[in-house]
């Protein structure tokens, strides 16, 4: 694997750098589209990501009719499928990052009031939050929480 690794040369996002195209395709990677996420408990996923956080629902009618292997929450225009499994799997190393925009929850003590509120409905915190993280758009206030499956969630301020 480590030889593989070294033989992708490719830029670095995290410096805003972009590649020239001299190794790479001839292609134009424009945006994201979906990440599919394992969950062991469909309804507990959902509970989670659409109850308790909001994300709008998609493809539910889809899944049940067996034309897809998912169902789809929405953060902004990105979806994350919730892929059931009863395979195991590890959630070490994974998380993904939900941007927050809101009048309520802007500053480091809405976002503990927010963190309170979540422990408070059984949501796993992890200490010490929350933390200013850098992210795509800069460097704000931001907390890792834990989804059903303990996949860390990033709710971060935009």
Not at 39 to 60: E, I, K, M, Q, T
Not at 94 to 116: K, N, W, Y
Not at 123 to 135: A, H, I, L, S
Request: aromatic fraction near 6%; charge should be negative; proline fraction near 4%.
């Amino acid at each position: 694997m480590a030889e593989d690794a070294d033989e992708f040369d490719g830029a670095s996002a995290g410096d805003g750098e972009t590649g020239d195209g001299s190794d790479g395709l001839d292609l134009d990677v424009v945006d994201l589209d979906h990440v599919a996420l394992r969950v062991s408990d469909l309804d507990r996923a959902l509970s989670f990501y659409r109850d308790l956080l909001g994300l709008p629902v998609r493809d539910r009618e889809r899944y049940e009719a067996g034309e897809v292997p998912y169902v789809a929450v929405v953060a902004g225009g990105r979806h994350l499928h919730l892929v059931p499994t009863d395979e195991p799997f590890d959630v070490d190393g994974e998380h993904v990052c939900l941007l927050l925009r809101g009048s309520a929850v802007d500053t480091e003590d809405e976002v503990r009031a927010l963190l309170d509120d979540l422990r408070e409905r059984g949501v796993e915190v992890e200490d010490g939050e929350p933390y200013k993280r850098y992210g795509a758009y800069g460097r704000a206030w931001a907390a890792y929480v834990r989804d059903p499956d303990g996949r860390r969630v990033e709710l971060k301020l935009h």
